[in-house]
Each structure stands twice: as C-alpha cells, then as structure tokens.
C-alpha cells in the first residue's frame, strides 16, 4: 500500500507501524519507548504525529492505512510531543552536564577534565580543557572560578580545586598544539590581543579560518599582561600561552591601534569579517575634590607601570578605593613596594565584587579594608596628601544589581590618614571613536551588540569581551570570544550566527542528602610561601600541584555530569523540540544511584519508565530479572524486593543497558573516576568463546572503557564485562626472570636470550592454550620446528563424547527442531538460549531437557518425555542438539546418547572456549600436554597449575617459561614470564571447531606496546631464525577425525573466576 | 399465619452492620423449628442489618436495623408469638416503588449459592433454553435485539461483541466476567456475586455457548472474600448439578468456570490490564486494537463482560428481548444499577429503568438530600466519572445524555453532593484516587494527573495562583487525549466537569482564599462573635494548640497565626459564638 509522510510517498505493507515505515523512508520520528527488536509499548507519547483525519496518534503503535496522509511535524504533533517531553522533564532528576561546567562563563567541560586527570590521562584532560579555552595557564592562575562556587563537593566539605588542577595540567609541559581545522579560504580580523580577541582567534583559527591579530600595545595579552600583577600571573606564562597560539598559525600584528592605525572600515574591506575585543581601559573617576592630584593613582595605569617595569615612588601610607579585583592586586602591590595599604570600600565585605580568597590573601599580606566608607575629598599637603576626607555608610534598599545600596550616613565625616591614594572604582571602554564610525554605543559608553552571537549592528563586525559589557573577568571575555568565533563561523558559511543550543536538565535545590553517603575528604593544599616572604618581591608564591596532589584532587570530583550527556535520547529530542525543564513543575523524582552491581549503575531518579530494559529483559534475554513496581506517580522499575541485580535472575548481560535512551542505566567504564567524554568505538569480536559474537569497544586514546554489544545483539557477562576483568587486572607488563628464587623485572634482550639458550638445548616443549590465534600459533610451530619441540593443546577432561556427530555450531540455525540438554550457565548457556528463544520465533520447535535459563518448553526425562521428543525427532529432517560442555554431567551425556540412538541423523552442537582448536589441529598441536615429559617447557596462555594433575606435570620440568597476560600459578612456578596481549590487544584469526574461520582486529593497545606476534618473532630471532615480515596466511588444515571435549582454560577460565570475584554468579 | 422462615441479609453490607449476631441470635433462638436463611443484599444499605420475616400465606415483614436483642424480640414476638413488631418494620418510603429489579430480581430473596432456590426463580432455565433450543448466532441475535450494553462504563453493545468473538475462526476462546469493581463507594458487582451468584453463571455460561468459548474465568478482586466464597461454592454447586462440566444438559456443550483473584488494581478493571492480570503479568493496559474479541487472553478471542451485564444475560433468554427493550431508552435498554452514597437518605443499591432523570433518582428513589441541605451535584462513574450539577439533573440516565454533560455512565458508583460539598476538594479526592491507582506506564497519565493534582492540592490549601486554572483545564485535555486506556482518558473527567459547571468555587479559591462550601482548611478562618461570646472559657480549654486566649473584654479571641482550623471551639462553644467563613 501507499501513503505519505511529510509529503514523500511511501510503501508500505499491511499491519506495518507509521514508525517502522517513516524509519525505513529515513524520516525519523522521535520516540523513545519504541525499541526496534520489540513490540510497540506505546508510554513515552514522544513519537506523536499527526494522521490527517485522524488527529494526532502514536506512531510507534498506528498501523499504517492506504493512502494515509501522516505529519510528523505539524504544530499539532509538536505540541504533544513536546508536552510529553516536558512532563518527563518535569519528574527527571539529573544534571546532563555538571554544574561546574554550566557555572564556567566559557563552559569549559570540567568534570571531564578533572574526571581525566583522575584518571591519570593528562593529555587527554588538557587536549579537553583546550576545547573550550585558550590560555589555560593563565586562567589556571588567575580565574575566579564559578567552576568552584558551584561544585556540589562544597556542599560536603569544600569544592574541588578546579582552578589549580587546570593550571597543574597547563604547566605539565605537554607541548601541546591544538589541531587546526582544513583551511576555508576566509580571513577575518581580530582587533585587541586580549582575552576576549586572543579567544575568538584561537576558535576561529581552530576552525580553519586565517586570523590576523591587531594590538595596540607592543605584547599580547592585554589587561591580562598589563592589569595583572606578575606575582599572580608572570609574563612567562602568557608568553608562553601566546606561543600556542602563534604555533597554530595566528598571525600578529601588534603596535597597531584601531582607529589611529587602522580603522574598521578597512578592515572590513580587508577581511571576510572583523571581531573587536578592544577591553575597557578608562579608569572611571571619583570625581571628588583632589583627585587630580599627583599623589593620587589611577588603578590600571599603576598597575600597568609597575608590570612594565616601572617602580612609582609611592609614600608609606597608601588607601586603595575600590573594592574589585583591580583595587585588591593595586593593594598588593602597593604593598610589595613597601607601602602600608588601606583598602576603603563603601559596601560591606560579602558586597566586594573581588575574588574572596584573594581578599584573604591580600589580608594575610598586612593589607587592611575599611568597608562602608566613601571618600568625599582627597586633602592635599604639598607632594603629598595629609589624607582621605570620608564618610560612613549603611547599606540601604536592594539597587539594579541586587546588591544593597549604600547610603551616607549623615554627619559621619571622618579622616583617613595617608600620604598616597589608588583609585580603582572601576574602568569603562572608550569606544567614541567607534560612535564616530557609525557603531551604536549602549549605557555606559560600551558598543552594543548582540549579546549571542556579539554581531554589531554592521553585520561583518563581532565583538566581544570588556568592550560591549564592562569590566567583567578573563573567563568571560574568552567565553565571548568563543561565542563570536562560532558565530562568526556560521556567518561566514551562510548561516544564521545564532548557535542552536542543546537542552541541559539541572538538579534544582540540591541538599546534602541529596548526595548521598561521601567520604569527606580535605583539599589538597600546593606548596604556597609565607605571606611575610612574599611581600618582599613580586615572584609568584603559590606553586603548581603535582601529578600526586592534582590526581588526589581529581579524585574528590562527585561525577554529578550525566554519563549518557552525550548519547541520551531524552535530551536529544528535549533540544529538537525547545523542551523546557520546569514548565510543569512539581514533584521530582529525587533518587541516589545504586551502585550496587559491579559493572552496572542504575540511577532511578533519571528512567522515564519506557520499559524498554524491562522488556529486553524478558522479551528478548528470556530472563524477566526485572519489572515495574508500585503505581501512579512513584512507579518504578526494580529487581524483586529491591535486591540488587546481580542478586536477581538478572544475568548481567547489560542488554538493558544498550537499550536505556537515558542515562539511567549505565556501564561503569574501566576507569577509576566515571567521566563522561566522547569515546571512539571498534568493532571486534569477543573470543572468550567459540560463538564468536560481535562486539564494540569504547575506547578513549587508546584506553580501554567497556565492550558493548554490536547493535541489535546481546552478549553474555563474560562478553560484556569479562574484558574488563581482563584488562583490568594485575597484568605482566614487562618479562620477569627468576633470580635468587624469585621473579624480577628486566629487558626483553634478557629474557629473550636467557630462554633461546634453554631452548638450543633440545628436549623442548610448547604447550599453547586452544584460544591462541592462528598468526601467532603459526610462529609458535615455527618455533617448535625449530627447536624440535614436541606440541600441545590445553588439557582434555575426563569425559568426552565420542565425536562423529559433533557438527558446527552454524548447525542450529539451519535446524527445524533443536533440543537443548541442560545445565546450562549465565554465560555460553544463556547466548544460547537467546538463539533458541530465536529459533522458536522462526517457527522452530524447540524443547530443554534439565531446565535452562530460557524459559523454553521443558519435557521431563521420563518415558513419557522420551516418547515425546521420539516422535518430534522421528519427524525432523534437520534435528540438532545442543548442550555445554564445560557444565555437562553424567546425566546429560546419558540423555545424549540416547537422544542419538533415537535420531542418528541428530547433529549435536557445543559452544567451547579454545576458540582456534581447528585451527591449532591443523597445525600439529594435539589437545593434551605435550609428548615426551620436556625438560624445558614453554607454557602459552594457559595455567596447567591451575589443575592438580597441570601442577604435578610441571613438577618435573626443569626450566618453565610462562607466556602469560598475568601473574597466574604457572607464572609463578617458571623460571622466565614474558608478557603476554590479550586478543582485544592483539588481534588476529581464529579457526573454532563449531563455526567459520573469523578475523578480528586489535583494538587498544596492549601494556608492553606490542602485540603478541611480535613476541614470537622476537624469540624467533633470538634463535636465529629470522622471520620475513610479508605477515602469515591463514591456513585450516582440520582434522575430520574426531575432536575430544575441551576443557575451558585460559582467558575464559580467569574472566569467570573475575566476574565471581565480582559477585556475578556463573549459574 | 404462621411464620415460615426468616431471613437475614448476609452479604458484606449486612455482615458490616453486625447481622451475623443477628442471624446467630435467631439460629440459638428458633433452632429448627423454623427455617432461618442468609440471604442477600436489598439494597437498603440505610436500613442494615435488615430481617425479613414470612409466613405461610407469603406475607413478608422487613426488619430494619435489627440487632441481637432485637433479634430476640422478633424471635420470641413475631415467630413464636405471632405478632408482628410494627414499630420496626421498615417503613415504605418509597425505596422500590420505582425500582425495576432484573439484574437484583433474587437478591436478598434466595440463599444466594443454592441451586435448588435459584432454579424456583426460574434460574437456568435460559441456559437450557439457548443450549437446547437454540442455536449460537440466535442466542447472540437475541442479545443484540435486546439492546443489551456493557454495565461496566464503555456501553458497548454486548451482542456486537459477542458476534465479533464468534467470528473468529480460533478453536479457543475465553469468556471473562470482569468482577474488578475498583470504584470508591461502589458496589454493584459485589452485592450480585454475593447475592446471587448462579445468575452471573449462567450468563458466562450463555456467552460461552453463543461465542464458542469452553472456559470462563470469573476475575474477582482478592478484597472480596465473601463474593469469591460464594462465586466458588456456586460453581461447584452447578457443576454438581450438570449446569456446568461437560455436556451440559445432555447437549454436545461444556464449559468450565475458574475464579481467578486480582490483587486490587484500580486499573485491571480495565480490559487490556486485565488479561495481563490473569496472564500472570503486572496489570498494565495495552494499545486496542486489536480488541480482546479478536485477540486476548494469550492471544486467543476473549469476550469480557461486566458481572452486571453478564447478570441481564439470563433474563433476556427466558423473558425475550423484547421484554427487555421495553425498559429504558431509544439507545440505552433494560436497568442500570446504581450505588447510591453521599449525602442522600437512603444510601444502598438501586436498579432503575434507562431514562429515568437523575433527579428521580436522588429524590424518588434515594429519598432526597438530609438535613434539609441543598442538592448541588452528583459525582457519576466512579472516580474517572464527573460531576453533573443540580441545574441539569433533569439529565435522563442513558450512556449518551451523560455523556454529554462530561461524566460518563460508568459501572454505577453514584455520589451525591450537597451545597456543604467543595468542588474543588472534590475533584481532588478523585483525582488523587486515580494518581495513585494509575499502572504508571504512560507519561500522560503518571506524570500529567499528577501534575494536576498539585496544582488542585495547592488552590485547596490557599496557594493557587492566577493561571492555575488555565494551566489545569489544559494539561486535563492533554491527558485525556493523550493517555494509553481508559483510566488516564477519563482520569481528569472529575477536574473538567467540575471546573466546567464550578468555575466561580475555583475562582474563589484562587483569587479570593475562600472556600465558598467552608471545607477546604487551609482557607477556613475561625473568629469569636464578642457580643455571643459569655467567656466561659470552655473554648480555650478545648483548643489543642492554645490559640485562644482572654480579649480586651469579657470574650475570648483567637488568634489566627496560631489556629490550626480544627474546628474544636466551634463544637464545644454553648452559645454558638464561634463563626467560621
């Protein structure tokens, strides 16, 4: 049938949702309940569209009609959708980004940086922090840091040193230069070499656009370089900031003056656009009697005297007027050159615009304040004054700025001794000349612009920083800079300048007990001089963090930005629609994570009941370990009574973590500190059995975070998590050699050559685990050529089909009717009872004998069963039988043979862990030790002394090498160790007895730097048998004869023994 | 005139009221001598416990209110000495004389799980009739000419849903009597099941026989012990006596019944929610279609009917449809059964014809408003339902005239209101109820109602602001239009029939902190009238938070900071000084 969406005319077949069809013509319809491997749900109300006729409908549950006229956008649907939104938005308890990062001016990703640092990842933090901010040295020693003001640590204790760990990794010394975008051809002018300029450049620049600084003054930096003293922020710093800068191919002009150089309209001509950061640099006047005076300064000016190496002969007693950031360094620095320094402020102390521990600093330095005290007159006396004529203030009703008022108190006239005064009550751009070409100016002599995008009102002309709205702090002039650069960005391609804003959700009203259970932990202090040092001289006192103390500092972060910031579909669609959070305000559903599972981290207050992990669950694992609880309002999903998951039936196989759209469930990555951040993913395969499935893997510059499934697929907890265990634990990073009985750590020439000596010996033998990739096995029977090593494989168990109708295990999906023997485990048993769950909605009759996981069709063992699976197998052309090995016992091989007595046609099908036995087979290495009791042994990716009669075997070797990724008995009994990449690390292909030959890539690199094909040859040339480089072809010599049962070892063994260690059970 | 048997009304209302003494009593007493029998509910909830005395020449005197010493009385007096207690007896007021009883025809006359008695009153002889007589599509043909709809709210036509579940080629099929009655103050179902039991029997059995079912379940909520006690026992009495089991009757037709309890969810009255229910999963609706008819209990043609609907079943085969269509409307047929409660005088069970005004109802039947208040409104359908106000009480009850005035029919819960009742509060009550009860599953429905209800709970408690009520009609069309099933479709019913016929009560409460009925607390403001006042102090002693004190005067004075508006003063005050506004 036909009908159109949006105006484009679709096909359809009958019964077909309005959803499925729009998906499959590429229009997407928002939804978030709908979960493409299940049946609708109908809950969210998100995926609302207008049927013309019909009015609005769910699309997600409508079935299409023949010639239906759909509209996924009408103001109809738009209106639903976006009221279902904001109702969910309305009950949601969560921040998307932490409030440190929407409290910075520029929105520098704080968490992420400090969550990175946390983790030891300074490259990565840096390269993080230079996304949103140029000149973090320098803002690292100078910010205010809202950051701080907003981290919800202050709320336990203090908050985290933001401002430090920025500067701590700004002053690592990584020589880091951001990437420059592809050249786009446009230029654009930038006038001012200030923070709000020197920003724009850098994104600008960033973005591939060529940029030309003008400055007016001989260096860059502006009020950061001249209105600064250099004992906060020393001209090396900013020099080397600028360096960055002019490495990344800004060029500077400086020494060039807008409107007495060059004026704007040139530049317009000159450039594609034009930014002006001009700063606001006129002292503002008291304009009280006196003030003319030689002994009275002008905040800025002195500052700038001082910084360029001027020494103003100041008398002994100075007042400083003012109470800003200005007035407290002039203080300061009156004070380094010997003054003794009165600050007068005609508010109180929680009035003071200045940063409150620099207050405390100045005070620490002798600097006194007077608050509630206004200068009316400065008393000349010649050279100098006799003093400060002031009068008494009260602070009245709230003005324009929500601070209280001052008002003089009458008859409250007093004298301030002092022989200098500072006049720092602020600056104001001077931006006439800018009026006489023509640009608007606003209230107090700024230059209007729009506050978004900073355009002027000549199109081709931002602006930015102190010039459009005052005297502001360094972070906020570079977060307009930043503005401006995007805007400018857009403009310059056409576009509309205004940047389309993502939807943040914030968690209002934040009480301590909202945070749950913290451990208080103090601040970490940096090694900071005496204030009586430090007034002695203008060097800077307070010394960068080290790597110990930033990482501690780190760690204190509370990880309050969402982990899904970055992949939730609630906030996707919330930013699409214009969703506003508090539009129905009300109740919210305040929750504590719980963290309570190993690897999953469930957040209640943030699921908006779309009962997709309820239904994966049931519908799709089989396994139902969850459901909704309680009604109205306060439904809720939960285990039964609450009990933490992997208590549950739950098998922890995260299905219901791929499917939550929010971020409400979510995996915890391999890190120690969460931190969400924008990973890479690569697919691979998981080959810890022979199912082979396909997996992702989260990585983050080479670092491992999580494995998830390929989209549309389920793992087992050994897929999923298990190589997380794996990489996660005490792993041999470099090769040990024993010495005085013990092992130690030394080089690879050492170790390499120590074992090519025993083996030149002869009486070799290599004994390598069945999940050894085929490249490397190859090397390894090179090897054993070689040395005349006899070969071997794993270890066989005691008991073992005989194995004719062992068939692939691509058998069950050709079968029309499977009978699965059970036990079955959480992990191998329940990938298959997901492929049966499958196979039964093909229309395959399946049944269990011993009960599985799955909830298939059980017949009991008793004649009447038998005669019941008689009949079925009687009629099946195709019959297969599946069972697991590893957990199989006397009974279910009693019940096999007899099923195949029945049924000779009957292929019987096992999942194992050697997942190259075809492959290994084919190249000579027999399952069993190896022939002939060696003398000198080489154990590969196994642990035989992990079983008694492994132990007793080794018992008689007499030089023991271990090629292992951990320290695991047989490592711990060899005489040599050598590191050992796990397949994740190192790729490679596998031929496994059940399925298809199967190559799979690395995908992090592994603790040594290299992958375990180049262990080999290294061996391989220490023996003197070079290795050609033009890499190895694959080859499958498989043996038809029969295969023995394998036991599980190696990785398989260990994750299990990881993920029980954990608390995940095995059954 | 010899006494014959006595009868006491055992179903839960009696029982609440304390008639098992009284049946005790007259067990101890009369001994064998005279038959003395548990029967059902009347239906004069106003009169429990309710005794009723016959004799030999069928004459039947009604006890009201009988307690065990009463008991006695009539034990010793009326049965044994042949005078009747005339100064108990309940009086005629009027309460059947406009009753049309099909659906309670036995109620409160037989014992209610006997066949033998069931039968007398011409119990299973429609069941014999259709199996025997007739063939399937004519038993469905008949039901649908009867004009026969759903009692459970929707008024679907019964027959219409019985011929689409016998269309259906599915060998299996079920017949579900929803007997989930969640609806405050409603008691319908309960009343039937207990009374009456063998009636809803047979007309599952019927539906079962027209549709082609073999299996019925009797869906019964687990707060009902006594309805599952007596619903069990009459099964296994049918089955024992061949109206149920295998070929019935000697016909080629069986079918079985099972009680299957719910565990108390407002919302499994809802059929989708139901059939989860029964299934053995969380009582959460579905999207229909496909409707229940086509596709239901795990998938196969379920026809599920309300205990009320399924209770006409069998009077219509044994009287004929067209006796049946005799009673009511054009469109709406037969009697409705209506929980009277509220402010009315004769509290209880009432079956009514169709078209009958709501007026009538409250006045004929229920016997008017007490204490002289004035008639305001009556709350119809249950907690979804809606408020129908005075001025159109002239409404005739059929599913179409009350749909029109914003309340929906509903499966009979009727409450009446008087002028001391606050709209407000009371379409925050239901709505409340309803926020609770919803499944949870739809955002409408879990976080709009409650939404909703805060913004009632904050006009109630004096905090409303201007916009309240815009914001509030609104999100109500939202969530009605918006929501899965029924329960969040009808959910803001309550708040947009009330805010429709009420506006100046909620403008009162917004703009001017005033509770026009003098309910809502938080707005009430208690004062001492000093001229009334005699400050004998009895005020002050009675206050619990010490709020009023001595005034500049000879009178006491409240003070308002303090007072929690608990109303004490105004009780204990002799002189009927303290005002309250």
Redesign the interface.
């Known amino acids: 049938m036909k009908l159109t969406i949006d105006g484009k005319e679709v096909e359809a077949k009958p019964g077909e949702t309005i959803l499925n069809v729009a998906r499959r013509a590429g229009i997407e319809i928002p939804a978030l309940c709908a979960e493409p491997r299940l049946a ?7 995926c ?1 569209v207008e049927v013309e006729g019909k ?2 409908v ?1 699309a997600c ?1 409508t079935p299409v009609a023949e010639g239906m006229v759909v509209l996924t956008r009408s103001e109809r649907a738009e209106e ?1 959708r976006r ?2 939104l904001e ?2 938005l ?2 949601h308890w969560g921040d998307c980004i932490a409030p440190c990062q929407l409290a910075c001016p520029a929105h520098t990703d704080c968490q992420g940086y400090v969550g990175l640092t946390a983790n030891g990842l300074y490259l990565e933090a840096l390269k993080l922090l230079y996304e949103k901010l140029p000149l973090p040295a320098t803002l690292g020693r100078i910010c205010p840091a809202p950051c701080e003001e907003a981290c919800r640590r202050g709320i336990v204790d203090s908050p985290v040193q933001i401002r430090r760990i920025k500067r701590f990794l700004a002053d690592l010394g990584l020589d880091y230069v951001p990437p420059v975008g592809r050249e786009t051809g446009f230029r654009v002018a930038v006038v001012g070499g200030g923070p709000a300029g020197l920003s724009c450049a850098y994104f600008l620049r960033r973005l591939g656009h060529e940029v030309v600084v003008f400055e007016a003054q001989e260096k860059l930096g502006g009020m950061l370089r001249y209105g600064i003293p250099a004992f906060r922020l020393p001209d090396e710093v900013l020099d080397r900031e600028v360096a960055v800068l002019a490495r990344m191919g800004i060029e500077f002009r400086t020494g060039v003056q807008l409107g007495r150089d060059i004026a704007v309209s040139e530049l317009e001509r000159d450039f594609h656009a034009v930014f002006l950061g001009l700063g606001a640099w006129k002292s503002r006047r008291l304009r009280i009697p006196g003030e003319e005076h030689q002994a009275v300064w002008m905040g800025i000016e002195f500052l700038r005297e001082v910084k360029t190496g001027g020494t103003p002969a100041l008398p002994s007693r100075v007042v400083v007027i003012g109470g800003g950031n200005t007035a407290v360094d002039a203080a300061r620095t009156a004070r380094r050159l010997g003054a003794e320094v009165t600050v007068l402020y005609r508010r109180g102390r929680e009035e003071m615009p200045a940063d409150p521990q620099e207050v405390k600093e100045a005070e620490e330095e002798g600097v006194r304040f007077e608050f509630l005290t206004q200068p009316v007159a400065f008393l000349p006396a010649g050279k100098w004054l006799q003093g400060v004529q002031c009068v008494r203030m009260e602070l009245g009703e709230p003005d324009s700025s929500g601070r209280r008022r001052p008002v003089p108190i009458p008859d409250s006239e007093f004298l301030v001794p002092a022989q200098g005064a500072i006049v720092a009550v602020g600056q104001v751009p001077d931006a006439s000349f800018l009026a006489e070409e023509g640009f608007e100016l606003g209230r107090g002599g700024v230059l209007s612009a729009d506050q978004e995008t900073g355009q002027t009102t000549r199109p081709k002309v931002f602006a930015g920083g102190d010039l459009v709205t005052g005297p502001g702090i360094a972070v906020e002039a570079i977060a307009a800079g930043r503005r401006s650069a995007l805007a400018i960005d857009r403009f310059l391609r056409g576009l509309d300048p205004k940047v389309p804003e993502p939807y943040v959700h914030e968690k209002k009203d934040v009480q301590r007990e909202d945070l749950g259970e913290v451990e208080p932990f103090p601040p970490v202090q940096p090694k900071i001089r005496a204030p009586q040092k430090r007034v002695l001289d203008f060097s800077p006192y307070e010394s960068t963090f080290t790597r110990k103390q930033a990482r501690t500092e780190a760690s204190r972060c509370l990880e309050c930005g969402c982990q899904a910031a970055f992949s939730c579909l609630l906030r996707d669609f919330a930013s699409s629609a214009k969703a506003q959070q508090d539009r ?1 305000e ?2 919210v559903r305040k929750s504590l994570p719980d963290r309570r599972h190993p690897f999953i981290v469930r957040d209640p207050g943030k699921c ?2 779309c ?1 997709r992990c309820v239904r994966v669950c049931s519908d799709l694992c089989g396994i139902h370990a969850i ?2 609880v ?6 809720e999903v939960q285990a039964p009574f609450n009990s933490a998951w992997q208590h549950s039936d739950c098998v922890s196989c995260g299905a219901c973590v791929d499917a939550c759209p929010t971020g409400a469930l979510e995996d915890r990555r391999a890190l120690a500190k969460q931190t969400p951040v924008l990973s890479t993913r690569q697919e691979s395969t998981c080959t810890l059995c022979d199912l082979l499935c396909p997996i992702q893997v989260e990585s983050l510059a080479g670092h491992f975070l999580r494995v998830v499934a390929k989209e549309g697929e389920i793992l087992c907890a050994k897929g999923r998590y298990g190589w997380q265990v794996l990489i996660g634990q005490d792993r041999v990073t470099r090769p040990l050699v024993r010495r005085n009985g013990r092992l130690r750590a030394t080089d690879w020439e050492e170790a390499l050559k120590l074992v090519a000596s025993r083996l030149e010996n002869g009486n070799v033998g290599l004994w390598l685990d069945g999940s050894v990739p085929q490249e490397e096995a190859q090397l390894w029977a090179r090897l054993a050529q070689a040395t005349g090593a006899t070969k071997g494989m794993g270890l066989a168990i005691d008991r073992s089909l005989s194995t004719e109708q062992l068939a692939p295990i691509s058998a069950l999906d050709e079968a029309d009717l499977v009978i699965a023997v059970g036990p079955r485990s959480r992990y191998e048993g329940f990938i298959l009872g997901v492929r049966l769950r499958r196979a039964k909605e093909r229309g395959v009759r399946v049944f269990s004998v011993f009960r599985g996981l799955d909830k298939v069709e059980e017949v009991p063992w008793t004649a009447r069963g038998r005669k019941k699976l008689e009949g079925f197998l009687k009629e099946a052309t195709r019959p297969a039988l599946v069972f697991e090995e590893a957990w199989a016992t006397d009974r279910t091989f009693t019940v096999i043979e007899e099923l195949a007595r029945l049924q000779p046609r009957l292929s019987i099908v096992t999942p194992r862990s050697n997942v190259n036995l075809r492959g290994l087979l084919g190249l000579g290495f027999p399952p069993g030790p190896p022939d002939g009791c060696p003398s000198n042994l080489l154990v590969v990716g196994h642990d035989p002394a992990a079983d008694p009669r492994g132990a007793e075997l080794l018992g008689k070797v007499k030089f023991l090498v271990a090629v292992t990724p951990c320290l695991n008995k047989t490592a711990r009994l060899a005489q040599v160790v050598l590191p050992m990449a796990l397949p994740l690390e190192s790729g490679g292909t596998v031929i496994p007895a059940g399925s298809e030959a199967k190559t799979f890539a690395p995908t992090v690199p592994s603790p040594f730097g290299v992958g375990n094909v180049q262990v080999v040859r290294w061996l391989l040339e220490a023996l003197g048998e070079g290795v050609q480089t033009s890499g190895t072809t694959v080859e499958a010599n498989f043996a038809a004869q029969g295969i023995p049962c394998l036991k599980r070892s190696g990785l398989s063994n260990l994750v299990e023994r990881g993920l029980r260690r954990k608390g995940i059970r095995a059954r | 005139m010899k006494v014959t048997e006595v009868q006491v009304g055992l179903a839960s209302c009696g029982i609440a009221a304390g008639a098992e003494a009284v049946f005790n009593q007259f067990r101890k007493i009369l001994g064998s001598k005279v038959v003395v029998k548990p029967v059902g509910c009347l239906g004069m909830c106003y009169n429990e416990p309710l005794v009723a005395v016959i004799t030999d020449s069928g004459e039947r005197f009604l006890y009201k209110r009988v307690d065990a010493a009463l008991a006695k009385r009539i034990a010793e007096e009326h049965v044994k000495g042949g005078t009747p207690l005339e100064d108990f007896l309940a009086p005629d007021d009027g309460f059947f004389k406009r009753q049309v009883r099909i659906v309670l025809e036995n109620c409160g006359q037989i014992a209610p799980t006997s066949v033998e008695e069931y039968r007398e009153r011409g119990g299973y002889e429609a069941l014999r009739r259709a199996i025997q007589e007739m063939t399937p599509q004519e038993v469905i043909v008949e039901i649908q000419q009867s004009g026969l709809r759903g009692r459970g709210g929707a008024g679907f036509p019964t027959g219409t849903k019985w011929s689409f579940a016998a269309q259906e080629p599915d060998p299996v099929k079920f017949i579900v009597c929803n007997a989930d009655e969640g609806d405050p103050g409603a008691f319908m179902d309960r009343s039937v099941l207990e009374g009456d039991p063998h009636r809803v029997l047979e007309g599952m059995t019927i539906a079962g026989y027209a549709i082609g079912a073999r299996f019925g379940i009797v869906y019964v909520r687990a707060e009902y012990p006594l309805a599952v006690r007596r619903v069990k026992e009459a099964i296994a009495a049918a089955r024992k006596a061949g109206f149920l089991g295998k070929r019935i009757l000697g016909t080629p037709f069986s079918f079985e019944i099972m009680v299957k309890e719910g565990a108390g ?1 407002f ?1 499994c009255g809802e059929e989708t929610a139901l059939i989860a229910s029964i299934e053995g999963r ?1 009582g ?1 609706p ?2 229909r279609p496909p409707y229940p008819a086509q596709s239901g209990l795990w998938g196969h043609p379920t026809v599920i009917n309300n205990v009320e609907t399924l209770a006409n079943v069998p009077w219509i085969i044994r009287n004929g449809a067209e006796a049946f269509a005799r009673y009511g409307t054009e469109k709406s047929k037969g009697t409705k059964v209506f929980a009277l409660a509220g402010k009315v005088r004769h509290s209880g069970l009432v079956e009514i014809p169709m078209g009958m005004t709501l007026e009538e109802l409250v006045f004929d039947v229920g016997g008017g408003i007490p204490d002289d208040k004035e008639f305001k409104a009556v709350q119809i359908g249950g907690p979804s339902g809606g408020c129908v106000p005075a001025s159109i009480a002239h409404t005739p009850v059929d599913y179409e005239s009350i749909t029109q005035t914003g309340a929906i029919m509903g499966s009979g819960g009727l409450i009446v209101m008087d002028e001391a009742t606050c709209m407000v509060e009371v379409a925050r009550f239901f709505l409340d109820f309803i ?10 429905c ?6 909703m209800l ?1 913004i009632l709970t904050r006009i109630v408690k004096g905090e409303g602001k201007p916009g309240d009520l815009d914001k509030l009609i609104d ?1 109500g069309y ?1 969530v009605k ?2 929501s ?1 099933c029924g329960l969040g479709q009808t959910a803001p019913n309550p708040v947009l029939t009330t805010t429709r016929y009420f506006q100046d009560e909620y403008e009162a409460h917004i703009r001017e902190k005033r509770c026009p009925a003098g309910v809502c607390r938080a707005l009430l403001r208690y004062s001492i009238d000093p001229e009334a006042c005699r400050n004998c102090k009895l005020c002050a002693k009675a206050c619990p938070v010490g709020a009023i004190s001595q005034g500049d005067g000879p009178f006491q004075v409240i003070q308002q900071e303090a007072c929690i508006r608990c109303g004490r003063c105004r009780e204990v005050c002799p002189f009927g000084a303290v005002r309250v506004e």
């Open positions: 609708p749900f109908d809950s969210c109300g998100v609302a009015g609005v769910k549950s639903v009221t279902a109702l969910l309305s009950a129905y009300g109740e908006i009941l009962g459901d909704f309680k009604r109205g309002f306060h439904t | 969810a919302v969380r959460m579905r999207r926020q609770k009860e919803s499944c949870g599953k739809c955002t409408f879990r976080i709009g109602t409650k939404r805060e999100l939202k239009t918006n899965l």
